[in-house]
T-cell receptor
């Protein structure tokens, strides 16, 4: 069983829909990252969370430390949001190494 | 405000040739990382450097060497390239003592024939 699991693996939605991507982990963590990678493109950090909730524009990230679960929400989705969204956790026992989820491929249709 | 800069962006090598990927960050971060990403797969850690003067192996270090030249620069060397090393390589940096946010370079696409 992977230490970091994302769901769904693939998600196709219509423009304007509310999107939720989930990340569950089984290790003790000091922080959780959400990142975005466009096809053929670089990787951009969206959020780093250690507790609670963060919001940036149409993106919202939440984390529940007790349940070992995080969600990334996109409101009013747009075709430009189409990308792979990756969850990664910093192990509590090593701040230097990250454990990566497999990613969620999101396609937003106009 | 360059962030993380990687060079070269593209490289084609023949089997057995050597090359060095260069990475520099201007954010005064302590930690730097080299990852590889193969088609349809996630990132795999090759080597990391927690601070200047230290380097440690990640998941897939075989066939690679690294140098943390100073706090800014972290290079990745392939001594004798193999087709299995065809991949996209990403350098990243962060400072876990502060907000710990990760910053990535644009990636270097390497093809070994």
């Amino acid at each position: 069983k992977n230490e970091v699991e994302q769901s769904p693996q693939n998600l196709t939605a219509q423009e304007g829909e509310f999107i939720t991507i989930n990340c569950s982990y089984s290790v003790g963590i000091s922080a959780l990252h959400w990142l975005q990678q466009h096809p053929g493109g670089g990787i951009v950090s969206l959020f780093m969370l250690s507790s609670g909730k963060k919001k940036h524009g149409r993106l919202i990230a939440t984390i529940n430390i007790q349940e070992k679960h995080s969600s990334l929400h996109i409101t009013a989705s747009h075709p430009r949001d189409s990308a792979v969204y990756i969850c990664a956790v910093r192990s509590r026992f090593s701040n230097y190494q990250l454990i990566w989820g497999a990613g969620t491929k999101l396609i937003i249709k106009p | 405000n360059a962030g993380v800069t990687q060079t070269p962006k593209f490289q084609v090598l023949k089997t057995g040739q050597s090359m060095t990927l260069q990475c520099a960050q201007d954010m005064n971060h302590n930690s730097m990382y080299w990852y590889r990403q193969d088609p349809g797969m996630g990132l795999r850690l090759i080597y990391y450097s927690a601070s200047e003067g230290t380097t440690d192996k990640g998941e897939v270090p075989n066939g690679y060497n690294v140098s943390r030249l100073n706090k800014r620069e972290f290079s990745l060397r392939l001594e004798s390239a193999a087709p299995s090393q065809t991949s996209v390589y990403f350098c990243a940096s962060s400072d876990f003592r502060e907000d710990g946010e990760l910053f990535f370079g644009e990636g270097s696409r390497l093809t070994v024939l």
